[in-house]
């Protein structure tokens, strides 16, 4: 008996909503408590109820719910509340059932559905958000990137052409070991960095070849308000001249440490010349932010785009 309770007992705290409390800034706090993905709700018991599971139209009594006691609610049926782990409580008098704002179940993540450009370029758009306006903000400011991007492929294209043709015109042929210098290439990729708490990071990165020994990326961050629509730069994060200085001073430390512990990858010579303001890209991670420093800014073609990773309390 004391298995079977001990059993009981677990299922129950899977879905009970009194767990150890969550610190990270990422979490969307509804009613005292963390908002789960998937909840659609909240039940707080006012009258003595069961908790139970179903067997076909049969109740399978699990236990007595007190007065007090609060739990997530995942699903529902007619007259029946889910509360997770195939569990259900009677939605009647004995019980106060809340369901959360648009807002805080937007908060747990926007929906992002992947498109084509003319067939070639990959890219994101966001769907069903709150505000319509916001939507099309933030839907019109990645398709401006992609526009220019598609335009800058076309262009890459016409320049790998007239060299070619350049070429052909002055020595009549091109050899197979000749050929690596018109194979011109233009791509562009992207990563959905964050998406909690109304606050969205999208990082688009466009790579170009020309020839030569490789080509180079340039990544373009996109962050955003996904209840406005406004797109949030480093400045807006950091709030003031001293937020962004102490940014500069933290990423010109982290950098000259990890070079310190054997990183020959990362050039220090010139930290103390690296700009940070709003042209910086960064990300949101959950306790803070992540800047981006470009192919060869503080570091070897091989160190890609060093990150540095900053913790809120350091700027703000």
């Known amino acids: 008996m004391k298995k079977k309770s001990l059993g009981i007992f677990m299922s129950l705290a899977l879905f009970l909503i009194f767990a150890l409390p969550h610190t990270a800034s ?11 993905k998937g909840q659609i709700g909240l039940l707080t018991i006012v009258k003595q109820t069961e908790l139970y599971q179903l067997n076909g139209d049969t109740k399978k009594i699990t236990r007595k719910l007190n007065p007090g006691e609060v739990y997530r609610i995942y699903t529902f049926l007619p007259g029946k509340l889910g509360v997770g782990g195939g569990y259900y409580v009677d939605r009647d008098d004995r ?21 084509k450009y ?35 492929y076309l262009q890459n294209e016409a320049d790998e052409a007239e060299w070619r043709q350049e070429y052909l015109d002055e020595y009549g042929s091109i050899s197979k070991d000749e050929e690596y210098m018109f ?21 688009i990165t466009d790579y170009m070849y020309t020839g030569g020994a490789h080509g180079m990326a340039g990544v373009t961050s996109y962050n955003f308000d996904a209840l406005t629509g406004q797109r949030i730069y480093l400045g807006n994060v950091a709030k003031t001249s001293t937020g962004l200085s102490k940014i500069k001073k933290y990423a010109i430390t982290d950098l000259t440490n990890r070079a310190n512990r054997g990183d020959n990858m990362i050039f220090t010579d010139y930290l103390n010349e690296i700009t940070i303001d709003n042209n910086r890209p960064f990300y949101y991670t959950p306790t803070g ?15 890609g785009m060093p990150e540095v990773k900053l913790p809120y309390k350091v700027f703000q």
């Open 26 to 36: 990422a979490k969307v706090i509804w009613n005292g408590a963390e908002l789960k």
């Open 289 to 303: 932010i992540s800047i981006i420093f470009g192919e060869y800014e503080v570091g070897a073609y091989a160190a």
């Open 183 to 203: 194979n011109y290439e233009y791509t562009v990729s992207y990563q959905v960095k964050y998406n909690e708490n109304n606050q969205l990071s999208i990082l």
């Open 95 to 115: 019980i106060k059932y809340q369901t959360p704002s648009k807002a805080k179940l937007q908060a747990l993540g926007v929906k992002i559905t992947n498109n």
């Open 118 to 152: 003319q067939g070639l370029f990959d890219y994101p758009q966001v769907t069903n958000l709150i505000s319509q306006t916001a939507q099309n903000q933030i839907n019109e400011a990645i398709k401006k990137h992609i526009r220019a991007s598609y335009n800058a």
